[in-house]
C-alpha cells in the first residue's frame, strides 16, 4: 500500500501567488484601517511581497525571504524593534488578514485553518513582544521559523 505524501501548508494553500494575492489585498486595505493605517504609514509598496516570502518560506514554500543573502528570521524580527505593538493592534491584524483569506476563498478545512490561526498567533505574539525592545533576541544566524501542521513549540523565555 502506498502512502500519500502530506503536503506543505505552503503547497496546500495554493503556492506563492496565493500568498503574495493575499498578502497584496491585506495590504490594501490596511490605510483605511483606524487601528492599522498608523501602523504601517509610510511601508514601501512592495512591503507585501516581502511579508509574502516570509510567511511562504515559513509555511514550507522556497526560500524566497532567507535566500536572497540580505533577509534572516533575525531582520524580520528587527523590523518589529521598538514599535511598541499593541495586543489590539494584533488582535486586529490576525482578523484582517483572516478575513482577507475567506474573501480570496483560501482553504477553510479545520486542519488547515488551525494551523494557520496557529502560526499567526505564535509569530504576531512575538513580533508584540519584540517590539517592546531595542535589542534583538535572535541571532543572525538563527534558522527560519518552520510551521506544519501541527506545530508544538515551547513557552517562550526571556533570556
Do not use: C
Not at 512592495?46 to 516570509?54: C, E, I, L, P, S
Amino acid at each position: 500500500m502506498s502512502q500519500k505524501q502530506v503536503p506543505t501548508l505552503y503547497e496546500w494553500v495554493g503556492g506563492i501567488e496565493r500568498i503574495e494575492t493575499l498578502f497584496l489585498r491585506f495590504y490594501e486595505r490596511v490605510p483605511s484601517d483606524p487601528v492599522l493605517g498608523p501602523v504601517f504609514a509610510g511601508m514601501p509598496s512592495d512591503h507585501f511581497r516581502t511579508v509574502a516570502h516570509f510567511v511562504s518560506e515559513v509555511l514550507g514554500g522556497p526560500k524566497l525571504y532567507s535566500g536572497d543573502g540580505r533577509h534572516s528570521h533575525s531582520t524580520m524580527v528587527a523590523k518589529h524593534l521598538a514599535r511598541h505593538l499593541t495586543d489590539h493592534q494584533r488582535k486586529k491584524w490576525i482578523s484582517l488578514l483572516l478575513d482577507t483569506a475567506d474573501e480570496l476563498k483560501f482553504p477553510d478545512d479545520p486542519e488547515f485553518r488551525s494551523a494557520l490561526v496557529g502560526y499567526l498567533e505564535w509569530g504576531s505574539r512575538l513580533a508584540v513582544i519584540n517590539s517592546a525592545s531595542n535589542d534583538n533576541p535572535v541571532e543572525s544566524a538563527a534558522p527560519m521559523p518552520k510551521w506544519g501542521w501541527g506545530e508544538v513549540h515551547g513557552p517562550y523565555i526571556p533570556s
